[in-house]
């Protein structure tokens, strides 16, 4: 059986900015009723990628299809796409019914009624319609920036860093809202964001990007666990990376690895010249402590309550963090061993 066509479908686009490229050849395809995360640092590209989408951006090379069409040379106003920012551009001398209505000047006004309030109860907001922006909170800002960019019902919304101005506590309920806002409608979103937790806990998929090019597209469990490169690896959290050299291949998808303090065994998906230079990447929850491994040494013990989190240090130096449950001993100073499951480790080139 055929998969469904893609609702977004984005062939070779780059953007260049004299001799900068911004964007480098990106192909992707996103599914109807998918919520997408753009993640990585200040200046990789992700936000040039959203306005090319969008429209605010012309591209230099590449097209973009939507639901079949080719969008790439439509304005902005022509395209079923909205976009949501970061600073919500909210009118202030607006109510917040007219904020939401704003875009909705092809209805009459009975429509047009009946879609804001229909906007108000799914960002639940009844009873503010009357309000001006200015006398809300930060996170009720928020949620009318949103109703008003769904008002229009697009097929897709964009949304750049759009919890970036939220403080923490506000910016953890507002994603759980977010994702169950989406839920409901069936649209599909491309969020951007540079907070790995934001893009885990929002989205069907991650895109990570790097210096224009998107490095890794997939699910956040497969991006944390089987990271492509080092990059990846140590965006998506805490890793601990252990030196070596690739060895011969010791069953299907895992070979080992001859560290100055032992072999290892790991998974591993790319193609590695055997002697190559590796790292074994390891997340801190995957290292037990005990038992037949590496050699180490505990330097600190610190109680976290439903974990304990220690620093270990390898003879050769290498530093490498551990988190259990907490359990008797293995204080600072410590003498211990440290292994871990094959399949929860990755061999990366170095």
Do not use: W
């Not at 001799?19 to 997408?36: K, N």
């Not at 469990?221 to 990271?227: D, G, K, V």
């Not at 011969?248 to 998906?269: D, F, K, L, N």
């Amino acid at each position: 059986m055929a998969s469904p066509a893609p609702l977004l479908d984005i062939r070779g686009l780059t953007k260049r900015f004299g001799d900068y490229v911004a964007v480098d050849g990106i192909d992707l395809a996103l599914a109807a009723g998918e919520f997408f995360c753009l993640l990585g640092p200040s200046g990789c590209g992700k936000s040039t990628l959203l306005r090319m989408i969008a429209g605010f951006e012309p591209p230099s090379a590449g097209t973009i299809h939507l639901a079949g069409s080719d969008i790439t040379a439509l304005p902005p106003h022509r395209r079923p796409v909205n976009m949501m920012f970061q600073s919500y551009a909210l009118f202030p001398h607006m109510s917040v019914a007219a904020n939401i209505g704003y875009g909705l000047k092809g209805l009459n006004r009975v429509e047009a009624g009946a879609r804001t309030l229909a906007m108000l109860r799914l960002v639940r907001l009844e009873g503010f319609g009357d309000r001006r922006p200015d006398t809300l909170s930060g996170g009720q800002r928020q949620r009318v920036a949103l109703a008003r960019a769904l008002a229009r019902e697009p097929n897709l919304l964009l949304l750049d860093e759009p919890l970036g101005a939220l403080d923490r506590g506000l910016r953890e309920e507002t994603q759980g809202e977010l994702r169950a806002i989406q839920r409901r409608l069936g649209t599909s979103f491309v969020v951007v964001t540079h907070d790995p937790e934001e893009a885990m806990m929002l989205a069907d998929r991650i895109g990570v990007m790097e210096r224009g090019r998107l490095v890794q597209v997939g699910p956040p469990a497969e991006l944390y666990r089987r990271p492509v490169s080092r990059y990846v690896a140590g965006l998506l959290g805490d890793v601990n990376l252990i030196p070596g050299r690739a060895g011969p291949e010791a069953g299907e998808g895992v070979r080992e690895v001859v560290t100055a303090h032992g072999r290892v065994r790991a998974s591993s998906g790319a193609s590695l010249a055997e002697g190559a230079e590796v790292v074994v990447a390891v997340r801190p929850e995957s290292l037990v402590l005990g038992g037949e491994g590496l050699p180490a040494t505990v330097d600190d013990a610190v109680f976290l309550g439903d974990r304990v989190r220690r620093s270990l240090t390898l003879p050769d130096g290498t530093v490498l963090r551990a988190s259990a449950a907490p359990a008797g001993g293995l204080g600072a100073g410590g003498a211990t061993s440290v292994r871990f499951d094959p399949a929860d480790a990755v061999i990366l080139p170095a």
